[in-house]
């Protein structure tokens, strides 16, 4: 599985812990930054996760910020993705049995770290149930659709 992850100055300090789990995974991991704690623009590091994702370049993104809601908002702004906001294990758990969340946005200054990291390792690891939730998927897609051509 390829994974991408970024964040800004907010979640760079989580991220150095999620990068340390995501290889014990062995998993392919690319780091789209930031890589130090200067303050930088969410929005430039989430539209990089998030058009990687968008693109089919890699199967799921992981995106942190102080909040967790700049990263979200930008994420959801591309097409075919859909960017979870999760807080605890049961949040990303349902981000993926219902939701098929294909990137997980976490708040740095919200989640400990802990949390945090059992809440990536449920979330890469538990599978879309289908059924009833992709049809509400579908009409997702077809919103999006509309949307974007207006
Ligand atoms: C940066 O200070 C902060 O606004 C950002 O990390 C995030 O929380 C935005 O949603």
Redesign the pocket.
Known sequence: MRVAIGC????VELKEGILALLGSLGLEIIDMGTGDCC?VD?PDYGAKVARAVSAGEVDKGILV?????????VANKFPGVRAALCHDAFTARMSRMHNDANILAI???VTGREVALDMVNIWLSTPFEGGRHQKRLDKISDIEKSALSV
């Open positions: 800004d100055h907010g979640g303050s969410y910020c102080g909040t967790g809601i700049g990263m979200s908002i708040g740095g200054r």
